[in-house]
């Protein structure tokens, strides 16, 4: 099924055009209402008429979250206050939160896209969907809950925490959907196994998962633990909030509502377009947006666009899985480290459950890696008094590592249950270094 046939199937030359009308539109709105884009722009010697079509966008300026910080808190807003209906702030995995005020049409746009991903899912009126993201000044929890209600499914608003109440209620009312992030999908799945509840007990069908990083391992993991298809869902507070692109049936990609966010990929270090298929930095435009609209926001996300169509009948262009953010990236001893590739060489062996820490320090001179992982209940179990085996699975690890990673990691095999729970984002990583 398809939310929106009409644009989540336009042709691409109509998307291109519509998406140049919408951008002469926003350009023009934020050189009238936002001082700080008209400097810019000024700077650059450019009026709004300059911008005809979305092949202009190169000569628009970057904006970035230092200066949502330095605007700090409504300096990029360009409609008035009285026009503002709800204001987030974000969650600040990597600093002070940043504000984004949202007006009526605003929040129709986000219900309407978050729609397109909902039914790409799957997902109809005639589900009962359980939203598990944190309710409050995250987008998350509201930004889905507005999406389901509009298309018409029943609403749990269950939010993070109260794990085993909302699992009786999973089980009790035949919740089909569930919305959360990866990390809390799991965290889900080990409580019941703790409650004694099954996966058959259960009628989960459809997950959406998003909000951090996460591989096709885990997303095997949560599909066999939950006993559910798992989705991917992307956003970002700044951009609007979860609903910028979503994967259809295929699972090939997450098509992005192009419409209303441009994409482009840069490379990080020069700006400049990189070719499509490879991976960059993925920068968004908002071209709707009223609250807040912002122009080639650099999102610090690593993906790349994937090139050709999708078999699903959608023209969007498709977004491939988010490696890590330039600010996640470890550098160590020169080596450019991600920890969604520690997590792909874990759960690629059967012997860890998803659970694993890297440890960064600064010993002498010499950079350390460290790699904590949590071993599977049974395995666990079954080798308990053999030391000579977990030597060999330590070691076994550590091999693995150092071919994907071309780095020595220490390996710490750690007891199942023993490393911290997330329920919100994982970070997964202590970097020791940034104290010095
Ligand atoms: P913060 O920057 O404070 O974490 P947000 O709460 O808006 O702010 O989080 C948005 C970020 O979360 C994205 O930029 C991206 O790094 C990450 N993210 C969101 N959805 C996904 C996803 N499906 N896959 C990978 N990363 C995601
Ligand atoms: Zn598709």
Redesign the pocket.
Known sequence: MIWNENKECMSREDMRALQGKRLHKIVTYVYHNVPFYRKKLQERDIRPDDIQSIDDIVRLPFTT?QDLRDNYPFGLQAAPQSEIVRIHA?????GN??IVGYTRKDIGVWSECMSRCLTAYGVSRNDTFSVAYGYGL???GLGAHYGVENIGAAVLPASIGNTEKHLHLIRDLGVSGIACTPSYALYLAETMKRMGITKEQIRLRVGA??????TEEMRREIEDKLGLKAY???????IM??CVSYECPRQQG?HINEDHFFPEIVDPETLEPVDAGTVGELVFTTLTKEGMPILRYR???LCSILPGTCSCGRTSLRMG??MG?TDDMLIIRGINVFPSQVESVVLSMKEFAPRYLLVVDRIGNLDTLQVQVELRQEYFDENFDTIATFQELEKRLADRLKSVLSLTAKVNLKSPGTLARSLG?DSHVIDHRKQY
Do not use: C, M, Q, V
């Open positions: 979250k974000s969650s600040g995995t990597t939160p940043t995250f987008t998350g998962f998003g909000a951090e990083p996460w991917n869902l992307y956003g970002l507070s700044e909030g979860p997450s999102t610090r996300d899985h988010i953010r984002k």
